[in-house]
Structure formats: structure tokens, C-alpha cells
């Protein structure tokens, strides 16, 4: 269940303990067991299929070494270009993977989402319409999808 994920403020690749081949084996340990609790309690509660549980991380990482101050431990290189985000119940359909990167995890290589269409559909996912929700910023009616208005719900990803 983890993804690439190692935790927010963690600099990673910089020492032996926490290159992507230590680190990211003992973070998945710590969270897998909660994040499974999570989403059984739920399920038996009864409230999993009315709670979209949204799980993800900072922007795109990479298994390559970032080489920050010399270090020659395998890092996990900043890039723009993809994420990974995983989601469960609230109308998502289950046991999917959507979307791939290159081998190297660095370019969209299949179905690419950006961050307005997930804005988007996890908003319909809510029963709100992205296209007519805004809000007024410094005043200007804003929307989470962006001024544009292109984006689109992904229904592939909808139960």
C-alpha cells in the first residue's frame, strides 16, 4: 500500500540511514499498518463508501541521488512532472491503477491526471461542481481548478 512517499520534511539520501533503500521499506512499516486499519474500520462501519479517503504526498520524486551536499546515497530527486496519489472509498472504483510513469518515474507515460481534473473529481466525488464552486480572493472569484475551466472529471476512476 506505500507509495513513494518518505515523510514531509525528511532529507532523504544524505546518510546511510535514510537513502530510498532503508528508508522507504521502514516508513512503509510505519504507515501501512495504520493506513489498513483506516480503511477496514471504515469499511466496517459502514462509512466507506460515503468517505473519500484522499492519501498523498508532495510533489514528484524520483529514486535518483539529488547529490545535495556531495552525498552519494540514493536520494529521491525533485522533479514537476508526476505524483502519486492513491484514494479509496467516497465513489472511487477499487482495485485500480490509473495512469504510469517512465521507468524512471519522471514523465507521465499513460493517462495523465493533472492537478486541476483530481481537483475536479474529487470535488464531483463531494457532489460539488468544480466548473460553478468559486470563492473570492483579493477580488476576483476564484475556483480550485483554475481560471481556464478545462478541467475534466475523471470517470475512470469513478465506482
Known amino acids: 500500500m506505500c507509495s513513494s512517499s518518505i515523510g514531509a520534511g525528511t532529507s532523504t539520501g544524505t546518510g546511510a540511514g535514510d537513502d530510498i533503500m532503508t528508508a522507504l521499506p521502514r516508513k512503509c512499516k510505519e504507515v501501512d499498518q495504520a493506513i489498513a486499519a483506516l ?7 459502514g462509512l466507506l463508501d460515503d468517505t473519500l479517503v484522499v492519501w498523498g504526498g508532495e510533489f514528484g520524486r524520483t529514486s535518483m541521488n539529488e ?5 552519494t546515497f540514493l536520494g529521491r530527486d525533485h522533479h514537476p512532472h508526476c505524483y502519486t496519489i492513491w484514494m479509496a472509498g467516497g465513489g472511487i472504483k477499487g482495485g485500480i491503477n490509473y ?5 524512471f518515474g519522471y514523465f507521465v507515460s499513460e493517462n495523465q491526471v493533472g492537478v486541476h481534473d483530481l481537483q475536479a473529481t474529487i470535488l464531483h466525488l463531494m457532489g460539488l461542481d468544480a466548473h460553478k464552486l468559486s470563492y473570492a480572493y483579493q477580488g476576483l472569484e476564484q475556483r480550485l481548478i483554475g481560471p481556464e475551466g478545462n478541467a475534466k472529471v475523471v470517470r475512470e476512476l469513478l465506482a
Do not use: Y
Open 39 to 45: 480503511i477496514v474500520d471504515l469499511k466496517a462501519q
Open 67 to 71: 547529490a545535495r551536499g556531495g552525498s
Open 99 to 103: 495512469g504510469q510513469t517512465d521507468e
